[in-house]
């Protein structure tokens, strides 16, 4: 696993499982972590790796964290998904 990979992996495993946390716990406003969530999403594609997808370690670690995102959004507010 590359560099780029364990860092994805790391995000995956601290930022966005904190944001799961606060959801599920009810500790953040859903607007809120929606912003959060959408940051992070933007974040990963915006690399140079993820935009060129040569790296495959890179882009299955990548592709997890974009599906737990995407979960995570479509779990909060349905009138929040609407926007």
């Known amino acids: 696993m590359d560099n780029t990979t364990k860092f994805f992996e ?3 495993s601290s930022e966005v499982a ?3 946390n ?3 716990n009810q500790q953040i406003e ?3 972590a929606k912003k959060k ?3 992070i999403k933007e974040k990963i594609e915006n690399t140079e790796s993820f935009k060129n ?3 495959s370690e890179f882009m299955i670690a990548a592709q997890k964290i974009l ?3 995407d979960t995570l959004i ?3 507010s349905p009138m929040l998904n609407k926007m």
């Open 22 to 24: 606060q959801i599920e």
């Open 67 to 69: 599906n737990e995102i």
């Open 30 to 32: 859903d607007k809120v």
């Open 10 to 12: 790391s995000i995956r």
């Open 74 to 76: 479509s779990s909060l």
């Open 53 to 55: 997808k040569k790296d």
């Open 37 to 39: 969530l959408l940051e």
């Open 18 to 20: 904190t944001l799961r």
